[in-house]
């Protein structure tokens, strides 16, 4: 059964990708709707990862887990490789939880 779904779900990620190439020469966007489709694409973006870092099973995930992501998320926006963006923020978030952070 789960086989089945991660093949499905693979199908499906492949056609939607597909589609845009195959559909660009056949529909005309505006700049403007290309503009907000890549606003929109940003704004979903962010609301995962604010959703992702303040709530954990439905409750408020404590300051530690906010804190590592905004730490990671500002050496990310720093252009930092990826590898210290990762340490960095799980340290941050393990160490503030060692201090008695939850």
């Known amino acids: 059964m ?14 939607v990708r597909l589609a845009g190439p195959v ?3 056949r529909i005309k ?3 403007r709707s290309e ?16 959703t992702g870092a303040l709530f954990t099973d439905g409750a408020f995930a404590g300051w530690a887990l906010p804190a590592g992501v905004l730490v990671g998320g500002v050496l990310a ?3 930092a490789p990826i590898l210290v963006v990762v340490i960095a923020a799980a340290g941050t ?9 939850a």
């Open 23 to 25: 559909m660009r020469s």
């Open 35 to 50: 503009t907000l489709m890549k606003r929109g694409a940003t704004v979903v973006l962010a609301a995962l990862v604010v």
């Open 77 to 79: 926006w720093r252009r």
């Open 93 to 101: 978030t393990a160490l503030l939880r060692l201090a008695g952070i």
């Open 29 to 31: 966007v505006t700049e």
């Open 2 to 15: 789960t086989m089945a779904a991660v093949l499905a779900l693979a199908v499906g990620v492949f056609l």
